[in-house]
RNA sequence: GAGAGCGUAGCUCAGCUGGCAGAGCAGUGGACUGUGGAUCCACGGGUCGCGGGUUCGACUCCCGUCGCUCUCCCCA
C-alpha cells in the first residue's frame, strides 16, 4: 500500500477502463457533432449561488451532496455537481442569446458529488452534456431523445426510455395541490420521507421505492390528467415525433427528476441490467430566465460516461502496432528507421529493451504488436528493414526510401 | 448519512481451532548474440492497509481508523 492514496470516490482512469471511457466519449462526441451541436468548456467551479438558484434549494444535490468551500476571500464557491446550471450561466453571461434564433451547445468535463461510492457512481464522475436553448418546439425534444436512443442502440445497451411531462407552471401548481391532496388520504401507507414531502415536493413520493409508498401512489392523481392545453398539445406532439423515429419509449406518469428546473418533458434512459439512470434530462423553460436572462425555452440531457461504460464491452479499436525491434549495436539506424515509418503515419513503438532478437519478439507479442520490424547489422548495411507479420511469421526485406 | 462484506508479493488469490508468510501469473537474469505467440533453469520481491489491545507468541482474536466493493437514500 503506497503511502498516498487518492480520495474515496476519486480514482485514476486507466488501461481497458479507460479505453472503454474513451470509446464512449467518442461516440457521443461525434453523435453530438453530427446534429451540429458547438462544443464549450465550463469551469469546474462556480459560486456556490448558481447552483442553489438553478439546481433548488430543497434538492438533495444542494443540500446534502455539493462540494462547497470558501476562497481566501471568504466567497462560498463549489465544484460543480451537473452541467446544466453553468451552462446556463455561460449562455447568459456570453450573451449567446443574442447571436441566434438558438443555440446548441454541448460539455464534457468532471462533475462532483459528495455521495457514498457504488457501481457506476463516483464523487469525481464525468458528463457529456447537451443543452438547446431558445425553442420551445417538441420537435426539438424529439431530437434529444432520437440522440439518446442513438447513442444506445449503438452501445447495444438494453435500455428503456422512460419519458413524462411534468407541465409548467400554469397547471402544475394545480396538479400539486391534488396530488397532496390525496396524500394525505394515504398517509398511513407512507414512509416517512415521503410524509415530509408530501406538502413541500409531492411529486418526489411518486418516485420513491419503498414498496409501500409505490402501492399507495398507484391510484394517485396523474400529472398527464392535469395538464394544461400547451402541455397535453406539446407533450403529444413529442410523442407523434418519437413514433415517426421509432424511437420505442415508456410512458412513466411516476417519472419526476430530482432537479427543480424541470419543466414539460423529462426522460431517463434507465438500463434493464443495472438499474441506473445512464442518460437522463429534460425540458427547463424559466431557467434561464430565474437565472437573469431573457425569457428562454431550452431542453437538455447529460449521460454519465463512467456509467455507460459499464455496457462496453469493445475498447478503442487502435493502428496497428509496429514494433521496431534493434539488435546489436545500430541504434542510429533504428532511430531512422523508426522515424521513416511514423512519417508514413505508422504507430511505432522502438523498443527500449536492451536485448536479444528472441527476447524483444517476446516483448513484442506480449505488446500485442501486429509487426515486428527487425533492424540488425545485415538491415543497416543493406538500407532496408525486415518486417514480421507477427500473426503468420511471414517475413519481408523493405527497402528504405532513398531520401532516409 | 445508515447497513453488510473485504484489505496478504506488481496482479489473482491460498494460509485450518493463534506457532518459521506461500502458489500461479507478471518481472529480472540465463546453456540460445538473427526469430516470438504455454521449452527449460535460476533469481528478486512482503510494514500481511494503518494504529492500539489481548497473548509467551497475532496474517489469524478484539477495538479504532483509512481504503475498496455492495445495499439503502439519491442520482449520471
Redesign the pocket.
Known amino acids: 500500500?503506497s503511502e498516498f492514496?487518492?480520495?474515496?470516490?476519486f480514482?485514476d482512469l486507466l488501461g481497458e477502463e479507460f479505453k472503454r471511457f474513451k470509446y464512449v466519449s467518442e461516440l457521443v462526441r461525434g453523435k453530438l457533432k453530427l446534429y451540429n451541436f458547438e462544443e464549450i468548456v465550463l469551469p469546474v467551479v462556480e459560486y456556490l449561488e448558481v447552483f442553489r438558484r438553478s439546481i433548488g434549494e430543497a434538492?438533495?444535490?444542494v443540500q446534502k451532496?455539493m462540494f462547497a468551500f470558501q476562497d481566501r476571500k471568504g466567497r462560498w464557491l463549489a465544484l460543480r455537481p451537473?452541467g446544466t446550471a453553468g451552462a446556463v450561466r455561460a449562455y447568459i453571461q456570453n450573451r449567446l442569446y443574442a447571436l441566434k434564433p438558438y443555440t446548441k451547445l454541448f460539455y464534457e468535463g468532471p462533475m462532483f458529488?459528495y455521495?457514498?461510492?457504488?457501481?457506476?457512481?463516483?464523487r469525481q464522475?464525468h458528463?457529456i452534456g447537451a443543452e438547446v436553448f431558445g425553442s420551445i418546439d417538441p420537435l426539438v425534444d424529439a431530437e434529444i431523445i432520437q440522440i439518446v436512443y442513438e447513442i444506445l442502440s449503438e452501445l447495444n445497451a438494453k435500455v428503456i426510455i422512460e419519458i413524462n411531462s411534468i407541465g409548467c407552471k400554469v397547471c402544475r401548481p394545480p396538479y400539486k395541490e391534488a396530488l397532496s391532496t390525496y396524500l394525505r388520504t394515504v398517509a398511513g401507507h407512507l414512509c416517512e420521507?415521503c410524509i415530509d414531502r408530501s406538502d413541500r415536493n409531492p411529486l418526489?413520493v411518486l418516485?420513491?421505492?419503498?414498496p409501500t409508498c409505490k402501492e399507495a401512489v398507484k391510484e394517485a392523481p396523474k400529472m398527464v390528467d392535469f395538464l394544461c392545453n400547451e402541455c397535453r398539445e406539446h407533450y403529444s406532439k413529442l410523442k407523434e415525433y418519437l413514433t415517426l423515429l421509432s424511437i420505442p419509449y415508456r410512458e412513466n406518469p411516476h417519472l419526476v427528476?430530482?432537479?427543480d428546473y424541470y419543466t414539460k418533458t423529462v426522460f431517463?434512459a434507465v438500463s434493464e441490467e443495472l438499474d441506473?439512470?445512464?442518460?437522463?434530462g429534460g425540458r427547463y423553460d424559466y431557467l434561464v430566465e430565474e437565472m437573469g436572462g431573457p425569457p428562454t425555452p431550452a431542453v437538455g440531457f447529460?449521460?454519465?460516461v463512467?456509467?455507460l461504460s459499464l455496457l462496453v464491452r469493445e475498447g478503442l479499436t487502435e493502428d496497428p502496432l509496429y514494433m521496431l525491434i534493434p539488435?546489436?549495436d545500430v541504434m542510429d539506424y533504428a532511430l531512422l528507421v523508426a522515424k521513416a515509418l511514423r512519417s508514413e503515419g505508422k504507430r511505432v513503438e522502438l523498443s527500449y529493451?536492451r536485448?536479444?532478437?528472441?527476447k524483444q519478439?517476446?516483448l513484442a507479442?506480449?505488446l500485442g504488436a501486429k509487426y515486428a520490424v527487425?533492424v540488425?547489422?545485415?538491415?543497416r548495411a543493406g538500407n532496408f528493414y525486415?518486417l514480421?507479420d507477427?500473426?503468420?511469421?511471414h517475413?519481408l526485406k523493405i527497402e528504405l526510401s532513398p531520401a532516409m
Open positions: 500500500m492514496q487518492s480520495l474515496r470516490g480514482h434538492t438533495d444535490i451532496e451537473e458529488r455521495e457514498r461510492p457504488q457501481a457506476g457512481r463516483y464522475f458528463q420521507v418526489r418516485d420513491c421505492k419503498v427528476r430530482g432537479l431517463e441506473v439512470a445512464l442518460i437522463a447529460a449521460v454519465g463512467e456509467r539488435f546489436g529493451k536485448a536479444g532478437l528472441k519478439l517476446e507479442n506480449r527487425l540488425g547489422e545485415e538491415e525486415t514480421k507477427m500473426e503468420t511469421g517475413q
